[in-house]
C-alpha cells in the first residue's frame, strides 16, 4: 500500500472494507488494525470504513468493526468517519467527524 501513497501522494478519501473478518480467513478481509494501517500507507487524508454493521456473517459481533477501527485510528494521520447509514459527509470538510452512533445500540 505504501508504494501507492508514495505515487500518487495520497488519496483525499478511502474507503475499505472493515468487517466481516476473522483469523482464520487472513486473504478474505483484512483486520481493523490492518485497515487503520494500509490507510495510513496511503497517505489518506479521510478513512470511510465501510462492510460492517448491517449484519454479520463472520464471528464477530456487528459493532465490533467500530470499535476496533476506532481504537485502531487513534493517533493516526488520517481522518476517520464512521457515518450512520445515509449520514450525509462532506469529503472536504476537514472538521466533520462522526459520533459514535453504535454505542446504545442493541
Not at 65 to 87: C, D, H, M, W
Amino acid at each position: 500500500m505504501r508504494g501507492l501513497g508514495d505515487r500518487f501522494n495520497g488519496f483525499d478519501l478511502v474507503i475499505m472494507e472493515n468487517g466481516q473478518y476473522d483469523k482464520g480467513w487472513p486473504y478474505i478481509h483484512m483486520m481493523p488494525e490492518e485497515v487503520a494501517k494500509a490507510a495510513e500507507e496511503l497517505k489518506a487524508k479521510t478513512l470511510l470504513p465501510v462492510h460492517s454493521g448491517k449484519f454479520a456473517i463472520a464471528n464477530h459481533s456487528w459493532d465490533e468493526p467500530f470499535k476496533r477501527i476506532t481504537e485502531a485510528s487513534q493517533n493516526r494521520s488520517y481522518r476517520l468517519l464512521t457515518p450512520v447509514i445515509g449520514e450525509q459527509i462532506e469529503i472536504g470538510n476537514q472538521e466533520q467527524r462522526s459520533a459514535h452512533w453504535w454505542e446504545g445500540v442493541n
